[in-house]
């Protein structure tokens, strides 16, 4: 069976320091993969997709960035974070175009 | 424009009662997929139902149903016998033939003991 795993769970840094967030997928290959972020109490925002190691579309300019170095990896990143990127972040992955997307358990992100 | 709108920011259900929240979206397309998500207190984003738009038959899982009505862009879920469990955000979601995934804001559902 397929699992995703995210982490840290939960992560507090200063503002100005730099972030990593990972995700993994197991027991699947060739994932489409997605980064998003929750704020509280509010919907989900799409940050960031890949069909393929490599291939990132991202929906929100912003100082965020992802990276796919691996077919299962995902990674979320900011060389600088803001007060405004503290949020939830989930990491989802789907099977392929016509199929619901899977979600991580999550990072919880403050920024200080 | 790809849209998914939740016009019920909070609703609340006696325990053992039927609610039904509201979804609708706007779209260009002929053949998408929608969907139900739970996300409870511990935020994980839970699947609840699916619905293909070239199947007329509306989509049950257990308790849970949808009305989807086509024609209306329309895709509400019905909770029946609700429990406590059921306490949570829910999103509805679009997705057209590729890619990109579209959330509502989502509805907050208390269940009442």
């Known amino acids: 069976s397929q699992t995703i795993h995210q982490w840290p769970a939960t992560l507090v840094q200063p503002v100005g320091s730099p972030l990593s967030l990972e995700c993994t997928v197991e027991?699947?290959?060739?994932?489409?993969l997605y980064w998003y972020r929750q704020a509280a109490g509010r919907g989900l925002q799409l940050l960031f997709y890949?069909?393929?190691?490599?291939?990132i579309s991202s929906e929100v300019p912003q100082n965020l960035s992802a990276s796919r170095p691996q077919d299962r990896q995902f990674i979320l990143s900011s060389k600088k974070l803001l007060l405004s990127d503290s949020g939830f972040y989930l990491c989802a992955w789907s099977p392929g175009v016509a199929y619901e997307q899977y979600f991580g358990p999550g990072t919880r992100l403050t920024v200080t | 424009a790809q849209t998914v709108t939740q016009s019920q920011p909070e609703m609340s259900v006696q325990e053992a009662e039927t609610v039904t929240l509201s979804c609708t979206y706007d779209?260009?397309?002929?053949?998408?997929?929608l969907f139900w998500y739970k996300q409870p207190p511990s935020r994980q984003m839970i699947l609840v139902i699916r619905?293909?738009?070239?199947?007329?038959q509306n989509a049950t899982e257990n308790r849970f149903s949808v009305n989807f009505q086509k024609a209306a862009k329309s895709f509400s879920l019905k909770i029946s016998d609700s429990q406590l469990g059921d306490t949570a955000m829910y999103f509805c979601?679009?997705?057209?033939?590729?890619?990109?995934?579209?959330f509502g804001t989502g509805t907050s559902l208390t269940v009442i003991p």
């Open positions: 979601a679009y997705r057209p033939p590729f890619n990109q995934f579209y």
């Open positions: 779209t260009s397309e002929s053949n998408y997929y």
């Open positions: 027991g699947t290959s060739n994932p489409n």
């Open positions: 890949s069909v393929g190691i490599g291939q």
């Open positions: 619905q293909e738009a070239y199947k007329q």
